[in-house]
């Protein structure tokens, strides 16, 4: 199957990026990294959720580029980016693999808004102690995730008791190594009820189906093991720059109860944004909402950086006249 699958026309299409790069991570795992937009424009990085691929963020990568330089990569195994060939997977794998992205993109002291969904916002807590990560994030925005006991509390299975029945199918069911084939009618209402609000259009349901159902299943199987096991609780206390949380209360993968814990728990929260009706596919299910709250922070924490190259230039041809 190609893993390659995501939509070639209408919003959910990815557009063709300005340019395209390999990151190197720490233990040698290649990434594929896409840079849109001006390249002088303030920068918004964006990493995407289990299952999920570069693919995902299409709408907002579309939206934010005419003003940002949006850099976007694959998690390592998902769309472009090779399967690890060290395992298991770690949480500090996605850690390592986040700072490699900064580093290939964002010039010495440059700062950006970073946005990560689900998996891609775990991706900032396993970050969130390093020095080179809060160097560079200006703020973060945290889409539909959690930072443990995302298997016990999920509600895919749809048991009218929770306990140990629920959590033990709810295992066997996220961390199946079954292929999840082609996509059928029958795979996008299972997708649909697992992972969207019931409200989702069938054109956001597909485009879902495609990219989830491209991740190899050997990848989805690994990254499950590491999904099952999180505990980030102490890392969210250590995102120290400006924070939003953003989450559907309908969410099953990531019930809404994980975004309102996590704001409680962060040093910096500015804001929690909870969508009526919607599940844990946010940036499909509800584009706009996603790429405004990304738009905001960007407009209120990358405009101090602004300043001081405004100051320098302005230093500068002061200077240049002095010299004249």
């Known amino acids: 199957m190609s893993r390659l699958m995501h939509m070639q026309t209408g919003p959910f299409a990815p557009p063709v990026a300005a340019r395209e790069l390999t990151a190197v991570s720490a233990d040698g795992a290649r990434l594929h990294v ?33 003003d940002h330089r949006v850099i976007t ?13 060290r395992l298991p997977y770690t949480a500090g794998m996605l850690a390592d693999d986040l700072e ?11 700062r950006a808004v970073l946005a990560g969904h689900s998996m ?3 991706t900032m807590m396993a970050a969130a102690a390093r020095p080179g990560f809060k160097e560079r994030a200006a703020a973060v925005l945290l889409c539909s995730t959690g930072s443990s006991r995302l298997v ?26 079954a292929p999840l084939g082609p996509v059928t009618p029958l795979g996008k209402r299972v997708l649909k009820f697992a992972t969207m609000g019931p409200g989702a259009s069938p054109g956001k349901v ?21 999904l ?3 505990d980030m609780d102490e890392a969210v206390r250590e995102l120290t720059m400006p924070v939003a949380v953003l989450g559907g209360t309908v969410d099953r993968l990531t019930p809404i109860v994980h975004a309102r814990r996590i704001a409680a728990e962060l040093p910096h929260c500015v804001g929690l944004t909870e969508l009526p009706g919607l599940g844990h596919m946010t940036p499909i299910e509800a584009p706009e909402t996603v790429t405004e709250n990304i738009r905001e922070l960007a407009a209120a924490y990358l405009e101090s950086q602004k300043q001081p190259q405004k100051q320098q230039s302005q230093n500068q041809s002061e200077k240049g006249a002095d010299v004249a």
């Open 100 to 110: 490699a992205v900064l580093d290939a993109t964002l010039a010495p002291g440059e």
């Open 152 to 177: 016990a509390e999920a509600t895919v299975v749809p048991l009218l008791v929770a306990g140990a029945l629920r959590t033990r199918v709810t295992r066997s069911i996220l961390g199946s190594k």
């Open 34 to 66: 896409e840079v849109h937009g001006p390249e002088n424009a303030p920068a918004v990085v964006l990493s995407h959720g289990w299952t999920c691929s570069t693919a995902f963020w299409a709408a907002q990568i579309r939206a934010l580029a005419t």
């Open 73 to 85: 990569y694959d998690q390592r195994g998902h769309g472009r980016s090779p399967a690890a060939t």
């Open 120 to 122: 891609g916002g775990m």
């Open 206 to 226: 597909e485009a879902c189906a495609r990219i989830v159902h491209a991740c190899p299943r050997g990848v989805r199987y690994g990254w499950s093991h590491v």
């Open 228 to 230: 099952e096991t999180l």
